[in-house]
């Protein structure tokens, strides 16, 4: 029995073969609503500040410095 040909709507592949930082600018043009971009932006926000806070604290007890 042969099988029945489908045209695919959408494929992966383009967007699998992007780099992280092309796919984070593809979000805009397919998420256009406004809280959710600001949303996104605070969550980003806050786990580069909480990283970036984590490590000055872990760098500062192992040279005994306080970053103020």
């Not at 029995?1 to 494929?11: P, R």
Request: with cysteine.
């Amino acid at each position: 029995m042969e099988g029945i040909a489908q045209k695919q709507l959408f494929s992966w592949k383009n967007v699998e073969n992007l780099g992280d930082l092309e796919r984070l600018n593809l979000i805009p043009g397919y998420l256009p609503d406004e809280k959710v971009i600001t949303s996104l932006e605070k969550a980003l926000f806050t786990f580069y500040f909480t990283t970036i806070t984590s490590l000055c604290y872990t760098i500062s007890g192992h040279l005994n410095f306080r970053f103020y």
